[in-house]
């Protein structure tokens, strides 16, 4: 069970970026899923969830507005639209996975509660 991430890369600040995240087999579409993302020196952070259904979502205060996540199960793919980047947005992205398979509305926010990490992609905006 796997988790690969892409489409990181070098922005300017105002651009957009788009990440993908694919799940190796389609027992992630049931798992609530999410991007946490860490900078160098700073401490993993929460940025978005998604609840197995692609409703409801859930965000950080500080991507709020500018980042839309989004899954299509039938592809075992979710997405993260970044828009209006900020320097600050610069860090490695990870999608995560929760593993019970929680149904319903459940999303989550905390790290402790995603069982799968992919292996992460790079964002980076220069000011």
């Known amino acids: 069970v796997q988790l690969q991430a892409s489409g990181g890369g070098l922005v300017q600040a105002g651009g957009s970026l788009r990440l993908s995240c694919a799940a190796s087999?389609?027992?992630?579409?049931?798992?609530?899923m999410g991007w946490f993302r860490q900078a160098p020196g700073k401490e993993r952070e929460f940025v978005a969830a998604?609840?197995?259904?692609?409703?409801?979502?859930s965000y950080a205060n500080s991507v709020r507005g500018r980042f839309a996540i989004s899954r299509d199960n039938a592809k075992n793919t979710i997405r993260l639209q970044m828009n209006n980047l900020k320097p600050e947005d610069t860090a490695v992205y990870y999608c995560?996975?929760?593993?019970?398979?929680?149904?319903?509305?459940?999303?989550?926010?905390?790290?402790?509660?995603?069982?799968?990490w992919g292996q992460g992609t790079q964002v980076t905006v220069s000011s």
């Open positions: 995560v996975a929760e593993g019970q398979g929680t149904g319903g509305s459940a999303y989550y926010t905390e790290a402790v509660q995603y069982d799968y």
């Open positions: 087999d389609g027992t992630f579409s049931r798992y609530p």
């Open positions: 998604v609840a197995w259904r692609g409703s409801p979502t």
